[in-house]
């Protein structure tokens, strides 16, 4: 079997999606046209020539205006169950999502009718398609703490739905410490944290999330290896990395694939993952991440393969939904699929 066939149907797990950034240009347009909402575009093809950014604040700019077709319960709906229809031809197992309702609600969408659109595809994903999943409200750092603390208040009431929150947006000039006491507080209501941190940031504000956030994972954290201390920390620890390689690329984080520190890190016992950010943005869902990184990075199958145990293990579920998942992992590991 070559590497294209072993990846196809390897069993992943997916830590790191950012469910806004699975809008592909197809969808903008239907659902501008059914809520008749302008876009700056005239074809789908134009949207995609649009794509070509600088860094992770000419992304962002581009992302945020893709996000205002997106209005009733429904959209978010079709939204997460396209997703969910991508993972089922990857084999993605179990997916872990964020979204961003300030994104939605500064628009004067509810805050209910996003989480309802995501939980419900979400549900019908688990029944359908036999896709476990968890939701993580991330806040938007480049917006203040106030309108941080007023979107915990409202996720309160759906603790039964979201498992944590986290941190994105633009990474330079908002570091951890500006939102310290809105996760301190989330905290206290039993959500667990992560947040992005050394995507295009310092290494502090790795150490700061780690210790001004408590985080249970680092979203990217590629930039780690510019102290060799922290990498051991982080080896030591098993504290997770959520990777994102074609989003790397893409707000180049890296000149290359060939410059991509994943296996490196692996290698140094790091707990990596391999993720796809905002798969209609960067060029590729999960299968396109572990090609690109088969690909351009000598990697063997059993180092494939660890990147979803890694995943695993980091995964916010039970242990009892861990030692499934591992199940299903090594049952095709072993080659009880055929494929090895
Ligand atoms: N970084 C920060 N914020 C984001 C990203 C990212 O990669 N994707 C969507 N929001
Ligand atoms: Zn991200």
């Known amino acids: 079997m070559n590497q294209t066939t072993f990846i196809k149907h390897l069993p992943k797990v997916e830590l790191h999606l950012h469910i806004e950034g699975t809008l592909e240009p197809e969808m903008m347009f239907q659902l501008a046209q059914r809520n008749n909402i302008a876009l700056p575009y005239s074809t789908p093809e134009q949207v995609k020539q649009a794509y070509q950014f600088e860094n992770l604040q000419s992304f962002l700019d581009i992302y945020y205006q893709g996000a205002n077709v997106l209005v009733h319960e429904q959209d978010f709906y079709d939204l997460t169950w396209a997703y969910l229809r991508r993972c089922a031809q990857d084999n993605v197992i179990h997916t872990e999502i964020f979204f961003d309702p300030q994104t939605h609600t500064e628009r004067g969408v509810a805050f209910d009718t996003v989480i ?85 940031g310092p290494v502090s504000n790795i150490y700061d999330s780690l210790e001004l956030l408590k985080v249970s994972r680092v979203d990217h954290g590629v930039r780690c290896v510019d102290d060799p201390a922290l990498v051991e920390q982080l080896a030591k620890s098993q504290m997770s990395l959520t990777v994102c390689p074609l989003s790397n690329i893409k707000l180049k984080v890296f000149a ?85």
């Open 256 to 340: 290359s694939m060939q410059e991509h520190n994943i296996v490196e890190l692996l290698r140094r016992g790091v707990c990596v993952t391999i993720n796809s950010d905002d798969p209609a943005y960067f060029g590729g869902y999960m299968s396109d991440n572990f090609n690109a990184v088969a690909e351009h990075l000598s990697v063997t199958e059993q180092e494939l393969a660890q990147f979803t145990r890694n995943a695993i293990n980091a995964s916010f579920v039970s242990d009892s939904d861990k030692s499934r998942l591992h199940s299903q992992l090594q049952s095709f590991v072993a080659g009880d699929n055929g494929f090895v």
């Open 116 to 200: 309802h659109g995501i939980h419900r595809a979400l549900q019908d994903g688990r029944e359908q398609l036999g896709i476990s999943s968890q939701i993580i409200l991330c806040f938007l750092r480049h917006l203040d703490e106030e309108s941080a603390f007023a979107t915990l208040e409202q996720a309160l009431e759906h603790k039964d739905k979201i498992i944590g929150v986290g941190l994105d947006s633009s990474e330079l000039g908002h570091p951890p410490q500006k939102f310290a006491r809105v996760f301190a507080r989330a905290l206290e209501e039993g959500f667990l944290t992560v947040a992005h941190a050394g995507e295009e």
